[in-house]
């Protein structure tokens, strides 16, 4: 390797002095406590001779090139021949690897780099992206995932204008600091056998990675493509037990808005739990409780009465759409069977399955919906606590009823359309049949008690009006494990 010498003068009156800086950096780099450093991304790729690990290495903050660094084989100590520091094979298994520089005083080896090689078809990156022309306009950005386990798993980005993928000629951003991200690239080939390098995000630990896209004159940084990183495995979508069938079993969503204030409530309050007891109902929706009364202790963080134009104390919607208000104990079990039995009066436009998992207070949900027909559908988890304590204000209502117990409380509300619109993430218009993912991470407080914890998950589609209305709900009574289609 070559050796450059700068030399340096500077003369101020009597003193003088000389600096020499030795090695291939910028003219005052300095070297002295400079370490080597090495990486691999992505750490898994697909065994099928286009798909490639690129390795990455800098000495100090000098970027290192394939013509500085020697590349071996960690099994046998020989010296590999990648002149793009760029690894593929054909054949699955783990590889492990580790490079050499030397700076001109000695030699310096990294640690074991492991790549993972999978069969292809194995799918390891989550790669199921469509490269075909779409009917956006502008400028867009999309990811095979938005959730990848941190070491292990990969999201692919698909950059188009106009609906056609791009193949380069744009810039990507780290969203937080608004620097250029380089991200290293996969070969993806579309179904009409165009090949193209794409970015893919990886993480070697949990954490939240954004960014934007510049091309030409047009940016997405008001709107990033987010992928987050979790310690444990992403939960894969449930197995169809009837792929032809969509006739789905369904419930209606209640939710009761409350309040520890509220003394009227409890009428409310018993009229559910009667409900509850109801053979002929109690499997026909699920319940979801707000406490968004005056203040509550309990209140979900989003204002969930204001999206469903609560105005009065106790109230009870239906599918986001049909409403009761109190008319005392008797009257409120009359409307209550009443507003279920209209919304059974019409068959689930769509069906859920969902597979979840929680680690260190982070909750992953893979939300699957299953068209019964063509409509635009959007989804949401809420995330709820039963076994709450607080006192409830009571004007008059008798029985035996602990209404300081409180169940069902809304503690997160992942669903929110618009500020004001909790109607759920859109996940597109799907035909008969046909399915779509939502993938959703969800930060649980510490203080919070997850054996208490449990997940009611939902559709909305829109009527024949154009109003948008839950479809149908399911209950998950715990924030582990998977539930498969309800067929009817």
């Not at 070559?2 to 020499?20: G, M, P, R, W």
């Not at 991470?441 to 449990?454: C, S």
């Not at 589609?461 to 067929?487: H, M, P, Q, W």
Request: glycine residues 8%; proline residues 3%; charged residues 20%.
């Amino acid at each position: 390797m070559k050796l450059f010498k700068y030399i340096l003068t500077l003369s101020l009156v009597a003193l003088t002095a000389a600096s020499c800086l030795k090695g291939k950096g910028s003219d005052f780099e300095d070297v002295s406590e400079a370490s080597f450093e090495a990486a691999v991304s992505p750490a898994q790729i697909v065994a099928d001779g286009e798909e490639a690990a690129v390795f990455t290495a800098k000495y100090g903050q000098r970027i290192l090139s394939a013509d500085d660094v020697k590349v071996f084989d960690a099994a046998d100590d020989s010296e590999l021949s990648l002149p793009e520091l760029r690894f593929t094979t054909e054949t699955a298994g783990t590889y492990n690897f580790y490079l050499t520089y030397n700076d001109g005083a000695e030699e310096h080896r990294s640690e074991t780099l492991t790549v993972e090689a999978v069969a292809k078809g194995d799918n390891p990156g989550n790669d199921e992206v469509d490269l075909g022309k779409t009917d956006d306009k502008g400028l867009t950005v999309s990811l095979s995932t938005t959730v990848i386990q941190a070491g292990v798993d990969r999201a692919v980005m698909v950059v188009r204008f106009d609906g056609e993928v791009l193949a380069d000629g744009y810039d990507i951003y780290d969203a937080k600091s608004n620097t250029p991200a380089d991200l290293p690239r996969a070969t993806l080939t579309a179904d009409d056998g165009t090949a193209y390098e794409l970015p893919v995000v990886t993480a070697s630990e949990a954490g939240t990675m954004s960014y934007w896209v510049a091309y030409k004159t047009h940016n997405t940084a008001k709107n990033p493509a987010t992928v987050t990183a979790v310690t444990f495995a992403v939960p894969e979508r449930p197995a169809d037990s009837q792929p032809d069938n969509t006739s789905f079993v369904h419930r209606a969503m209640l939710t009761q808005f409350t309040g520890l204030g509220c003394g009227y409530c409890p009428y409310m309050i018993a009229a559910l739990e009667t409900l509850s007891e109801n053979t002929d109902y109690a499997s026909k929706y699920v319940l979801t409780v707000a406490h968004t009364y005056s203040g509550d202790p309990y209140h979900p963080g989003v204002n969930v009465d204001d999206a469903m134009g609560i105005k009065s104390y106790p109230a009870v919607v239906c599918d986001m759409g049909r409403k009761i208000d109190n008319y005392g104990y008797e009257a409120n079990i009359t409307n209550l069977k009443k507003m279920i039995d209209l919304s059974m009066a019409a068959p689930a436009k769509a069906g859920i399955s969902a597979a979840m998992d929680v680690r260190d207070n982070t909750l992953v949900i893979r939300m699957t919906v299953k068209a019964a027909e063509t409509n635009d559908y959007r989804v949401g988890a809420w995330v709820m606590e039963d076994g709450l304590s607080g006192h409830q204000y009571n004007y008059g209502m008798t029985g035996d009823y602990d209404f300081d117990t409180h169940n069902n409380v809304i503690r997160v509300v992942d669903s929110r359309y618009a500020p004001n619109n909790v109607s759920g993430h859109a996940v597109g218009t799907l035909g008969a049949g046909k399915l779509a993912d939502k993938l959703f991470v969800i930060n649980l407080d510490p203080a919070w008690k997850q054996e208490n914890m449990h997940v009611a998950l939902f559709v909305t589609a829109l009527d024949e009006k154009g109003n948008r209305y839950v479809t149908n709900v399911v209950a998950v009574d715990s924030l582990t494990g998977t539930i498969g289609f309800e067929y009817e």
